[in-house]
């Protein structure tokens, strides 16, 4: 980025610049500090008088759709990532620009997968000046490698949400993949071969981008029930042969852990959620589907039978042994954000009490209220946490971007947050003096769980009494720290450049870090 | 309203204001001739910062949430009619209101209903100032008499989504009452003794008032499920004793007519609808809960069953009759706007494809399209019709204001509007030379069936051919006006004062038409 752009320290003593790809920030002010003071983004009025009369919006093809939607240099367009790394639409729509000749488009997908390693090329061509999104493996290698023009932006589920609801981010053209969808625009990722489950990272697209465009593989005659995207919003649809990669949109292949480690991790944390006395009836809890969580998710259910009570809801992302949870009535409500294999799909197709979200009802920070808050436990992964409980899930310790977000920053205003992971991955430490990256505020962050201790954040007195006889091995997160440093050896900090490659923003909107360039 | 505010004569020819209740209004223009050039309403940002970390907004009672949320003088309230004539809440609103001492608020119900009499005296001593809404029964006719303050704006729900979508109306605080909610402000209308089915008419309410009250007679552990208004737009929720009368809220009373002369205009309507090809597999109809069109849906129902077909969708008002068809497996999908009785509200609490829709999705002009037109043919009423095929709902010949528009004006788009209607009531003709107040442009009505002959619109010549050798009583408008006036005689055109009372809106917030004070 443009070097001359001024730095100022934030509220956890980053230095951020204050203003990225040309447009103005705000460092990151503290947990609820920030009190924006303006209205949300207004789209223009559109009319049903220049729309189809009898509501069929479909077009030839994709080509069709992105000209007619206007496609022109230095647009950003949009897409989701709910078909993960089976998706071939986002590849399909930059091999079109690319043949028209476009250039300089942002992209802002929902998050990127492996499978966009594809547009590489049109990073280096121009036909992509740069991504705003979360970037899971080799984009985001490339972008830490200072390979990428612009810096990247990246935000969680309600950031990006929040972002454009708020203006932050206006969306040309907004491109939606859907496993079903009617010539008006409804769709669902429920029905069909590309089924997905929900839509819910395309709603913000849907309701704010200037033109969207819905594209299927299966194409219903209207009306396509539920509607989880509107065609209210929607200006054109297009059918297609293939939009996605079946297999590889829910793979089904998540297990739970069998590593001692990781089990020790998992019953570590049970136990620690049912002597801190949250595991009780009504009680509500977010876990991921890693292996680890998925075995947290098994002691849970154990402790549940034995006390015979039963959770009032669960959210997901959903998966095989959370809805076997829901069909047992351990669980009586799944509210779910993303389904990870199709037993997922089939559950909320069938069952009226798993019920798909947005991140607009579960993790927009600019709304009144989201569900976030009222979850009693998230238990979340990370990659790094810092002796004052920071914590990172982008950057590895050789300052590597390589995740995103994802929901990990929203999760973090549940009740109780619990981050389960090994003191040291491959004899590096992860309870570190700092994290590479902060991506979350230690004031978020309770209880780190690790297969040698378990540290709480100081902040929450009422956990420390209440654990205060309890057998698990509590201790100080700077006990968990020197035990890593003992087994791994003191790391040294790794030496980046100044360079900044991308930002990392908090929920607000504000910018909590940066991501530097490796050298 | 002020008398030295200009007239301008409208694309229908009546003679409209260009300032009403101080505010710069439109001349209508004609279907689909006024492109609006502006952005939508934005409200301003909300943050979790400032609501209840753990989602609960309860508050104390109703009283607790006016002051709360800001109640003062001069502000627009709104509420939803989903109650119908069982509403308790609107009422209670006000004696709040008034025992606060406030003055000069405006009503803006989605309408309004015979029990609402009970505000009569609040606009007698100013705690009201005026009501923006449809008036059904004696608000309509005190409004008819020239006693109320400013001038009410009838709207229909479409257009009542529009208004407030396109910043013509601001909404300062919107009291929801729902049959289920919990404490963040998720609420349905299916679940709870005062179960109305939906609460799609408080949809807009919910998204852009200031602020949000959500009051319900059964509160439930969050997540309230489905969520048809979401807890993200409510500022406070309260709990009470009894917001309506169930037996009021959905009568269940509705029969099917057992008058000869309506039976013959249901038959008569069922049988053009065959002959002129409309009824065929897959097409879809929306037809009223009156007793005639009650009738009519027992007529397509044996066609249907005769034929072996069924219909994609019939859209709601759902009653029991409608239900039926859809258990039998003559309709695939109801798709929804208000429930009439217990029938329709449990088939869509149990029923996945009787789905609950908004004005938003099936009546909002100002989007990119909406369900109206995609409907086959739509049944309706009116109160006169003229030789211009141009229609009446909201006056009576007198020039009394005792009817709503409803979805009426919005049905209009439907690809066949047929309106079966006698040709007089009481005596009074109702095809005649002039209505008195134009809702309904005579290009989007294309056939109006009377007991005693059918016209057809001459612009549909797709319709007269193909009805050229039918044995049905195909006549002309002008011959359906002379039976009328030999039998009845002719009516002199009702004397009415210049005073403009009500403004009549067109679906795109352009004027329409005047009611004026009777004399």
Redesign the interface.
């Known amino acids: 980025m443009n070097m001359s752009v001024k730095l100022i320290e934030n509220a956890v003593g980053r230095m951020v610049p204050t203003e990225i790809n040309g447009q103005k920030e705000i460092p990151y002010m503290g947990?609820?500090?920030?009190?924006?003071?303006?209205?949300?983004?207004?789209?223009?009025?559109?009319?049903?008088?220049?729309?189809?009369?009898?509501?069929n919006?479909k077009v030839k093809n994709l080509k069709e759709a992105l000209q007619k939607a206007g496609l022109a240099n230095g647009m950003r367009i949009s897409t989701h990532h709910h078909f993960r790394d089976g998706d071939l639409l986002a590849n399909m729509v930059f091999d079109i620009a690319h043949e028209m000749g476009v250039k300089d488009l942002i992209w802002f997908p929902s998050a990127s997968f492996p499978c966009h390693e594809h547009l590489i090329p049109y990073l280096e061509d121009g036909t992509i000046s740069r991504i705003e999104g979360s970037m899971n493996g080799p984009l985001g290698k490339y972008c830490s490698e200072g390979k990428m023009k612009g810096v990247a932006v990246l935000r969680s589920h309600g950031g990006r949400y929040q972002a454009i609801?708020?203006g932050e981010v206006h969306i040309d053209i907004a491109i939606i993949g859907a496993a079903c969808a009617d010539p008006?625009?409804n769709a669902n990722g429920l029905n069909g071969k590309s089924a997905s489950g929900l839509l819910g990272f395309a709603l913000a697209d849907s309701q704010f981008a200037d033109k969207?465009i819905v594209a299927t593989d299966n194409m219903v005659?209207?009306?396509c029930?539920?509607?989880q995207i509107?065609?209210?919003?929607?200006?054109f649809t297009v059918e297609m042969d293939q939009i996605g990669i079946p297999e590889k949109i829910v793979s089904g292949t998540t297990q739970i852990t069998k590593s001692p480690d990781r089990l020790l991790i998992a019953e570590l944390t049970a136990r620690f959620c049912e002597e801190a006395g949250i595991i009780k009836d009504?009680f509500s809890f977010q876990a991921g589907a890693g292996g680890t969580s998925l075995a947290i998710g098994e002691f849970f259910c154990r402790i549940m039978k034995e006390k015979g009570i039963k959770a009032?809801?669960a959210r997901g992302g959903s998966n095989k042994y959370l809805v076997q949870m829901l069909e047992e009535g351990l669980v009586e409500?799944i509210?779910d954000g993303q389904t990870f294999d199709l037993e997922g799909v089939r559950s909320m197709r069938e069952n009226?009490?798993h019920?798909w979200t947005s991140p607009?009802?579960s993790y927009?920070?600019?709304?009144?209220?989201?569900?976030a808050?009222?979850v009693d436990v998230a238990i979340l992964g990370a990659t790094e946490v810092d002796v004052n409980f920071n914590a990172n899930v982008v950057t590895h310790s050789d300052g590597y971007l390589l995740h995103g977000i994802g929901g990990w920053q929203n999760c973090l205003?549940s009740?109780t947050v619990i981050l389960p992971i090994p003191l040291f991955r491959n004899r590096i430490p992860v309870v570190r003096e700092e994290v590479t990256t902060i991506c979350g505020p230690g004031e978020l962050i309770d209880v780190i769980i690790t297969e040698r201790g378990i540290a709480i954040n100081p902040l929450r007195k009422d956990l420390l009494k209440k654990l205060k006889e309890s057998n698990l091995p509590i201790k100080s997160i700077h006990e968990l720290k020197k035990e890593a440093e003992e087994i791994c050896g003191i790391m040294e900090k790794c030496v980046l450049s100044d360079e900044i490659v991308a930002a990392i923003k908090w929920v607000?909107g504000t910018v909590i870090d940066v991501v530097r360039k490796v050298l």
């Open positions: 947990v609820g500090k920030f009190i924006p003071k303006k209205r949300k983004y207004n789209s223009y009025i559109s009319t049903n008088a220049e729309f189809p009369a009898d509501g919006k609801q708020d008006f625009g969207v005659a209207f009306p029930v539920p509607w509107q065609g209210n919003y929607v200006d009504g009032r809801f409500y509210l009226s009490n019920v607009f009802t927009n920070y600019h709304s009144k209220g989201n569900f808050g009222m205003f009740k607000d």
